[in-house]
């Protein structure tokens, strides 16, 4: 079982709507991550969250706009996205520290479709 | 070049034989390495990480690790069909990025 957790695990959205995938994860980590993996493809970092901030965004487009309320919530809010957007969308969380790198975890993931 | 270079495969083994699964990474900053499974339609699964130089070993699984030649990889002792996925390799560049290969399909005939 899976201790990250991401909701809904399907989404369907016309390219006016506005939606948010939610992410949770109950392992104490203070780094979270959003993903995106278009199929046959790796995935592909979007955003790092470590003590709640955000440390890095890969150039995404700001039609992705990322939160963190709390330790173990991430969220991600989508609004005027492309039929090119359509992916599956993966949370993922570790600890955070050193120079490394620590293990990731990733979440079941959300099919996004954009119509 | 890539930074992270996997053979796409497929790799066929059969049931029972060793499947060796490899991987180069380019950039000598590397110091963690992670190796995933992920079933189609799935999201990847954490299954091995690996920080110095040398054997890691868990289960039918073993990571084996040589900065020097920037080579990294996962041997599966004792295949079984369940163990037909796509596996990824995960360098971290730095702090908690990863960066991953593309992957390699994996199928176990049995």
């Not at chain 1, 995106?36 to 969250?49: C, G, I, R, S, T």
């Not at chain 2, 110095?52 to 002792?77: H, M, P």
Request: hydrophobic fraction near 30%; include cysteine.
């Amino acid at each position: 079982d899976t201790e990250v957790t991401q909701t809904p695990k399907h989404l369907v959205m016309g390219m006016t709507n506005k939606k948010s995938l939610k992410c949770e994860q109950h392992m104490g980590h203070r780094a979270m991550y959003w993903y995106k993996q278009k199929a046959k493809k790796p995935p592909e970092l979007m955003f790092v969250y470590s003590y709640e901030k955000l440390s890095i965004n890969e150039s995404v487009p700001s039609r992705f706009s990322p939160e963190c309320p709390n330790s173990s919530l991430l969220n991600l809010h989508l609004h005027a996205l492309q039929p090119e957007d359509s992916a599956l969308y993966l949370c993922a969380s570790s600890q955070v520290g050193g120079q490394g790198g620590y293990e990731q975890y990733f979440g079941p993931g959300t099919r996004l479709t954009v119509t | 070049q890539k930074e992270v270079e996997q053979n796409s495969g497929p790799l066929s083994v059969p049931e029972g034989a060793i499947a060796s699964l490899n991987c180069t990474y380019s950039d000598r900053g590397s110091q963690s390495f992670f190796w995933y499974r992920q079933y189609s339609g799935k999201s990847p699964e954490l299954i091995m990480s690996i920080y110095s130089n040398g054997d890691k070993e868990d289960g039918r699984f073993t990571a084996q690790l040589n900065k020097a030649s920037q080579y990294v990889s996962l041997l599966i002792r004792d295949s079984q069909p369940s163990d037909s996925a796509t596996y990824l390799c995960a360098p971290s560049l730095y702090g908690n990025k990863l960066v991953f290969g593309a992957g390699t399909i994996l199928r176990v005939k049995s």
